[in-house]
């Protein structure tokens, strides 16, 4: 979501999150539904190139309940530098393979701050993710539309594509990211609009991930406006387990 200290919307769409390391695990059952988590510490937690916890360190972790239908539902959480001090994500969707290694997933998310009044936002979501030889690709748009108690009139739309390639008989994989925000408010550059980008390499051992990125976005230094609101560019660090 995101800091709305400073302005609901743009924190919300101007900013991508550093992958939160952890895979989750699966569990599966005869009823057709699989159960998986992790936990997660972070350097920063960056979402959509913005630090949403004063460039601090976050403590992060949720859960994912699937059917073999496609529907699933989840939550997620996080320490933040703002409201409360928590994050509490929910989300829900579909997800069906198209084709083999084509999957689409559509849903929503709701963003919540325990203890504070008007200040959840949901967002849908809409993704498709596939293979291309060695690399993972996955693109894909949300939006958060007008109307609500916390973005008033103001509306805004996200479009990302991430990359992840593995690196053969390795643990290691590199992943890329880059996103792009418009929103009737002011967010980052003077017509709404901020890029952001990442670029890093991830390893996991057993039930253990652990990745390294830099993070940033071309939101403009002047005034030193980036740095303020946590924008500027940095290498973040993760450690995660999966469940």
């Keep these: ?22 895979h989750a695990q699966e569990e599966e059952d005869s009823s057709g539904i699989s159960i998986s988590g992790s936990a997660t510490v972070v350097s ?8 949403q ?19 699933y539902v989840g939550t997620w959480g996080s320490s933040i530098g703002f ?13 069906h393979e198209l084709v083999p290694g084509l999957t689409a997933d559509i849903g929503a ?18 993704s498709m993710s596939g293979d291309i030889g060695p690399a993972s690709i996955k693109t894909g748009i949300a939006w958060a539309p007008s109307g ?12 990302y594509s991430d990359a992840g390639v593995a690196i053969p008989s390795t643990p290691f994989s590199l992943n890329g990211h880059i996103g792009f925000a418009k929103s ?13 980008y990442s670029v890093g390499v991830s390893a996991s051992w057993k039930a253990l991930t652990g990745s390294v990125a830099y993070v940033n976005t071309d939101a403009p230094k002047a005034l030193g406006y980036k740095e303020s609101v946590g ?13």
């Design 184 to 196: 009737d408010s002011f967010l980052g550059g003077a017509d709404g609009s901020v890029v952001d």
């Design 53 to 71: 916890s004063n460039e601090e360190a976050a403590i992060q972790g949720g859960f994912t309940i699937s059917h073999d239908s496609g529907l």
């Design 109 to 126: 998310t709701l963003y919540l701050y325990p203890g504070t009044s008007d200040s959840s936002i949901i967002e849908p979501y809409f």
């Design 231 to 243: 924008a500027d560019g940095a290498v973040i660090f993760s450690l995660g387990v999966s469940f």
């Design 44 to 51: 920063d937690y960056r979402f959509r190139g913005f630090s």
């Design 1 to 22: 979501m995101k800091n709305f200290s400073r302005a609901c919307l743009g924190m919300l769409l101007a900013a991508a999150a550093v992958p939160t390391a952890a």
């Design 148 to 159: 609500q108690d916390s973005l008033g009139d103001d509306s805004g739309v996200y479009i």
């Design 83 to 95: 409201a409360n001090g928590t994050e509490i994500d929910v989300v829900g969707g579909y997800s």
